[in-house]
């Protein structure tokens, strides 16, 4: 299964784009790049995925290089309820998912 | 509305006791998924299941039994065997686990602590 890096922790101000990197240089051709988010004490909720191409829906965007070793998740005006535990998966053969230790993003006002 | 539920939401146990966790989804997914994260962890996944009748051991499974009777329903049951059964809980389900085009849907969580 494809790992994941991602840093321990970063901040951003409300109201301005948070920018989550995650490496995976190992992610075969077949395996997606998945985003959860969990806040405290919660289930993981899920933000978005994707292959190969941009991706982009209400909560979030993905961009991910041309050679797929690493993508950005793009919040793009923060607010103080995006604080949480961010975490980038590539997925794995049968579905299963293999979590990290995640980001830990703090919106600050 | 369609979702997964856990319950209960917090659960006492004694030492030597079994306890099962109750996950119920009406999405009509096909994989459900255990998952057991400590404190400032990530998640572990304990065990999963792609069909009905037919179950498969996760990463840390020892000390844990699940059976899949119903499509919907995946209990866990967390034995004396377990050394340290203290966590969060984690049910997932996806709706085909065969392709890896498809997120998860978790539920809130059953916190486990023993007394």
């Known amino acids: 299964d494809a790992k994941t890096t991602q840093p321990p922790s970063m901040d951003c101000a409300e109201g301005r784009a948070a920018n989550l990197p995650c490496n995976h240089s190992?992610?075969?051709?077949?395996?997606?790049v998945y985003w959860y988010r969990q806040i405290h004490s919660q289930g993981p909720q899920y933000i978005i995925h994707?292959?190969?191409n941009n991706e982009t829906n209400e909560m979030a965007s993905l961009i991910i290089t041309e050679d797929r070793k690493s993508s950005t998740l793009i919040l793009p005006h923060a607010t103080l309820r995006d604080t949480a535990v961010y975490y980038c998966?590539?997925?794995?053969?049968?579905?299963?998912?293999?979590f990290g230790q995640g980001t830990i993003l703090t919106v600050h006002p | 509305d369609g979702g997964i539920t856990q319950s209960p939401k917090y659960l006492f146990r004694k030492e030597g006791q079994n306890v099962t966790l109750s996950c119920e989804q009406n999405l009509n997914h096909d994989a459900m998924y255990w998952y057991r994260q400590d404190p400032g962890q990530g998640l572990r996944l304990i065990y999963y299941s792609q069909i009905v009748n037919d179950f498969q051991k996760g990463d840390i499974a020892e000390g844990y039994s699940v059976s899949r009777e119903k499509k919907e329903s995946f209990p866990l049951t967390v034995t004396s065997a377990q050394k340290n059964p203290t966590a969060f809980y984690l049910c997932?389900?996806?709706?085909?686990?065969?392709?890896?085009?498809?997120?998860?849907?978790f539920g809130s969580g059953t916190r486990l602590t023993v007394v």
């Open positions: 997932a389900s996806t709706e085909d686990s065969s392709s890896t085009n498809y997120g998860y849907t």
């Open positions: 190992t992610i075969s051709g077949n395996e997606y």
């Open positions: 994707g292959l190969k």
């Open positions: 998966i590539v997925g794995t053969s049968y579905g299963k998912l293999t």
